[in-house]
């Protein structure tokens, strides 16, 4: 069994929302050397796979398929 | 003439959609459940807006690998007519019938008001009622309207008068106050507002009725009476 982490993020030409008022209000609480927040997704994923690179793959295809949007989101993926 | 309403776990306006068609502009409609397959005895498929799998992911995501949605896109690239509303607008762009992406509203508001529409294109199936250049007022009602689509999409929208509905006051951030587009083959229309909420006189405006009459005409032109 292994442990996959996706990472889903907008991609840095795509408009974030959500990040821009987050920084917002952070700056409001004092946070004010802030460049830039951006907010995204996390997804862990238990998978049975032979080895590390299989899972790897499998997960990947996932992301391709389904779980990332590729007009607007970028992903990585990293097996534990 | 048979036009199908798709319900999908969430959906919340199929039952508008259905009223229209059947009272208002008063041609056979039926309702497909998402887990049928098979369009063949329809005319126009309606994706109605509503919340379909709890817009969990993203909205529409999940519902684009519903099994009614191969038969849709089989449908469509046959010639068949669809549109998207709301919801079922982003439907239609993750299963890539449109192109495009949706975003959270910018303001990150769930909007829900009337918004005015410019007609940009009447040469569709959907909008031939309208008069190219008239202003609508339609009802928006969504979280994730904010059109998204890259310099390179744009620039072939508008190079084949794909545009159908213009924002007059821009509510979300849309790229280029899109509010609803057709494909190429202008057989397929996704937008966001909502026509079938304002169908009837009782509803303060008419002016989405337009969008289901055109239909209408247009099957009826090509001989599905």
């Known amino acids: 069994m292994f442990e996959a982490e996706v990472k889903i993020t907008l991609k840095k030409t795509v408009a974030d929302p959500q990040g821009l008022t987050i920084k917002h209000a952070l700056e409001s609480l ?3 050397s802030l460049e830039q927040v951006r907010m995204g997704k996390f997804i862990t994923i238990q998978i049975k796979a032979k080895d590390k690179a299989q899972a790897q793959a499998e997960v990947e295809a996932m992301c391709a398929k389904l779980l990332a949007n590729p007009i607007i989101e970028d992903y990585t993926v990293e097996v534990k | 003439m048979k036009f199908g309403v798709i319900v999908f776990p969430g959906s919340n306006c199929d039952q508008d959609c259905f009223h229209v068609v059947k009272n208002v502009v008063k041609q056979p409609v039926e309702y497909i459940w998402h ?4 369009l063949d005895n329809f005319d126009c498929v ?3 807006g509503g919340f379909s799998y709890g817009d969990y992911l993203r909205c529409g995501a999940i519902a684009r690998f519903s099994p009614i949605m191969e038969s849709v896109i089989k449908f469509a690239k046959a010639g068949g007519l669809v549109i998207g509303i709301c919801n079922g607008f982003q439907v239609l762009l993750e299963a890539g019938l449109l192109p495009g992406a949706m975003l959270r509203n910018k303001n990150l508001h769930f909007i829900c008001k009337f918004v ?3 007609v940009e294109a009447t040469d569709t199936p959907f909008s031939s009622k309208y008069k190219k250049g008239e202003i609508v007022r339609i009802p928006n009602a969504h979280n994730e309207g904010n059109y998204y689509i890259d310099d390179k999409g744009l620039a072939e929208l508008k190079k084949n008068n794909q545009i159908v509905f213009r924002y007059v006051s821009n509510p979300n951030g849309a790229v280029d106050d899109i509010a609803g587009i057709v494909n190429q083959k202008r057989n397929v229309l996704g937008m966001m507002p909502h026509p079938e909420r304002c169908s009837e006189a009782e509803l303060t405006s008419t002016d989405g009725r337009p969008i289901f009459e055109s239909i209408v005409g ?5 001989g599905r009476t």
Not at chain 2, 35 to 38: F, I, L, W
Not at chain 2, 218 to 222: F, I, V
């Open chain 1, 30 to 32: 004092g946070f004010t």
């Open chain 2, 35 to 38: 887990k049928n397959t098979g």
């Open chain 2, 46 to 48: 309606v994706i109605p």
């Open chain 2, 218 to 222: 247009w099957l009826k032109q090509h």
């Open chain 2, 116 to 118: 005015e529409l410019k």
